[in-house]
């Protein structure tokens, strides 16, 4: 994972509430065993009409935010499956931080384990931002993971509260699989005080039927 | 004497590996059983071979193959093959991963093959007090035997996988007290959806619920199923029912579950799990259901669920920032605000997925539908959750009762769920589905779903409109 500090951009808006796994990655793009082609099921079902060409109304694919790194949602982003490849698929587009009202637990803790920084901004800060990004679209905004701060268009600032741990993870490139391999001789130890504990199938063997 | 706990906070607390050195760091949560699938594992095992790790405990994680695989009834006995080489692909890449490592893999022409949340608790492999994980958000199913189970990504499969342990934040706890006595026709289905329409579709984010109160005491082990099962759709990851003799007395009738003394130990232990007299949760929210009525989605999110006599609701009477998506989802579900729901023609009836697929679902379903026939026009596929629940569903007669209907009868599967295989909606269908999401193209690109219990579902396929099942003698 690359080190995350800082990201300045105008966002691009997708103010909805509830916006769904399903929406950000349909299951149709769920049937790799990589992660290829993710970038193109992003928002599919929105971004593309019927014979499959791209929807020139659809946020992503306006000229003024291309490349855009930021995204502006509603609350409640990334509801449903656990899909790890919605996050995959934002980050293959392009995106590094996702600003919201809030955000799905499940996706929060995927998204921020593949350096995917969520922010969750106060609703009357949230209103105001969608209000910059409608009125002047290329005003730009920065979000600065070090400071645990957004900088709006106007110089003013909104603090935001982050899991520490994956703010560390973040700022420092760290993947938290390296840290829980480092806890594998307290896991051993909970083994050795527990016993055989409960066993799925009351413990007997099974193998490929 | 120790504070008294909640169920969660008991189950939590035996698995924590370690307490965090720093309050900063996350805690460390050992995981007793891993569940695994063809679609969300294999960039899992892909991450464990690129840094030379092994699976640590190949008999604590259990494989099964269901989200693309074909219901076509000839598919299980082995005649025919996937028809999409990139789900086929998957699937072989779940035999190789499995083989690979030593880890039970139940394929499509085992005979306990099903869907991940139908065969794991009918085999006796969930437990009361276990901590239970996979690859899907409605893990949160078993919680209905007092485990703590959620959905993980990815990233955490792999994690589990190489060290039966997750870097967990402690979540609140959430007790969803449901009180009342649920009236004939109506299912836990209805319940649940209710208390979804209640909370929101967030509700629950953040916590693990606790469902509580006479409602649920009254449910039989399938009904918690179902309602568990979908805690995910209010935002919770895991939702939880304290074990009872309900509970006891299931698992005891389960082929995998211990015996002799260990059976007797477990239970002493488990009697133990619920929640303590004086201890609190985070939250509290208490719904009554003795006045529900039969429960239908209308909209492009389970929280947006109206008695099936009822009407949609108006834009005005919505918060003015609500009214966006609330038009939108309308739009996509071509229906119109102040409309009632009921009698809207549906083309699709699917009995099948996690939450309704269980024999007491289809057991339902065809006892409405015994000596009817469902409308011309409409195609119904009754997909049962596993080969168990299939084998015993066709030796009670249920198969012939769907079929005689003019229902297909089909394989086990995820299926029209999410519609990754070849059962799906076309574009503008509608459908009254059984299963847990309404998601704008969730059963395929452009089709549109109504969510609803297996009676809905059965009396809408007669009249080939979305009909409440107490209209007809159950």
């Known amino acids: 994972m690359n080190p995350f500090t800082a990201v300045t951009d105008a966002p691009v808006p997708l103010p909805l509430d509830n916006v769904d796994t399903d929406q950000i990655i349909p299951a149709s793009f769920l049937k790799v065993v990589d992660r290829e082609g993710l970038a193109d099921g992003l928002f599919h079902g929105w971004r593309t009409r019927p014979d499959g060409t791209p929807h020139p109304d659809f946020a992503l694919h306006h000229p003024r935010h291309r490349g855009s790194r930021i995204l502006l949602v509603g609350d409640n982003f990334g509801c449903g499956s656990s899909r790890e490849h919605a996050p995959w698929a934002l980050q293959a587009w392009g995106f590094k931080a996702i600003l919201g009202r809030g955000f799905a637990d499940i996706f929060l803790g995927n998204a921020h384990r593949n350096g995917l920084l969520t922010v969750t901004l106060p609703p009357d800060r949230h209103a105001d931002l969608l209000e910059w990004v409608t009125r002047e679209p290329a005003a730009q905004v920065t979000v600065d993971l070090e400071a645990k701060k957004v900088v709006f268009p106007d110089g003013s600032t909104v603090l935001f509260e982050i899991d520490p741990f994956a703010r560390h993870c973040m700022l420092n490139g760290l993947d938290p699989f390296g840290h ?25 063997p099974r193998r490929i039927s | 004497m120790q504070a008294p706990k909640t169920l969660f906070e008991k189950v939590w607390d035996r698995h924590l590996v370690s307490e965090p050195p720093d309050p900063g760091l996350p805690s460390v949560l050992y995981i007793d059983l891993h569940l695994i699938h063809e679609v969300t594992s294999p960039q899992a095992f892909t991450e464990l071979e690129k840094r030379g790790l092994t699976v640590r405990r190949p008999s604590r994680t259990i494989a099964t193959m269901d989200h693309s695989t074909p219901t076509e009834p000839e598919f299980s006995m082995g005649r025919l093959r996937v028809l999409d080489p990139m789900g086929a692909g998957q699937l072989d890449r779940l035999r190789e991963n499995c083989s690979r490592h030593g880890i039970t893999l139940h394929t499509v022409s085992s005979p306990d093959n099903g869907i991940v949340h139908v065969m794991g608790p009918e085999q006796g492999l969930t437990q009361p007090g276990m901590t239970v994980v996979c690859g899907d958000s409605h893990t949160s199913t078993h919680g209905a035997f007092g485990a703590l189970a959620f959905g993980i990504g990815t990233s955490e499969v792999g994690q589990v996988l190489a060290t039966q342990a997750l870097l967990m934040n402690k979540p609140k706890t959430l007790a969803v007290r449901v009180e009342g006595v649920l009236g004939e026709g109506l299912t836990a289905k209805d319940l649940i959806l209710g208390v979804i329409a209640d ?36 935002g919770s990851r895991a939702g939880m029912i304290a074990p009872d003799e309900v509970t006891f007395s299931y698992l005891e009738s389960l082929n995998g579950s211990p015996r002799g003394d260990v059976w007797n130990a477990a239970l002493e232990d488990w009697r133990g799990l619920p929640t303590d007299a004086g201890a609190s949760y985070d ?145 503008g269908e509608y459908a009254l589905s059984t299963s847990n999401r309404n998601f704008e193209g969730r059963q395929g690109p452009g089709g549109r779903t109504f969510l609803g219990s297996p009676l809905t579902a059965a009396a809408s396929a007669v009249t080939g409109t979305v009909t409440d099942p107490r209209e007809m003698a159950l």
């Open chain 2, 283 to 427: 939250r509290l929210v208490t719904v009554d259901v003795g006045s529900l009525e039969p429960m239908v989605t209308y909209g492009t999110n389970p929280g947006m669920a109206i008695p099936v006599s009822g009407a949609i609701p108006e834009a005005d009477a919505l918060e003015p920032r609500e009214r966006e998506a609330f038009l939108k989802a309308l739009r996509y579900m071509d229906l119109e605000p102040g409309a009632p729901i009921r009698g809207r023609p549906v083309q699709v009836v699917f009995l099948g997925s996690c939450t309704n697929s269980r024999l007491s679902d289809l057991r339902a379903a065809a006892g409405l539908l015994k000596g009817r026939r469902i409308a011309s026009g409409v195609r119904m596929l009754v997909v049962p959750g596993s080969q168990r629940v299939k084998r015993a569903a066709e030796a009670e007669g249920l198969d012939r009762i769907f079929t005689d209907a003019g229902a297909e009868w089909r394989a086990p599967g995820c299926s029209m769920c999410l519609a990754m295989n070849q059962d799906r909606l076309a574009p």
């Open chain 1, 180 to 204: 829980l391999l480092e806890q594998l001789p307290a896991i051993e130890a909970f083994e050795a005080r527990r016993g055989p504990g409960l066993q799925p199938g009351g413990g007997e």
């Open chain 2, 199 to 234: 909370i929101g579709v967030d509700g629950g984010t953040g916590h693990v619920i606790e469902y509580t109160g006479s409602a649920i005491r009254a449910l039989d082990m399938e009904g918690r199923m179902t309602v568990c099962n979908m805690s995910i759709e209010a």
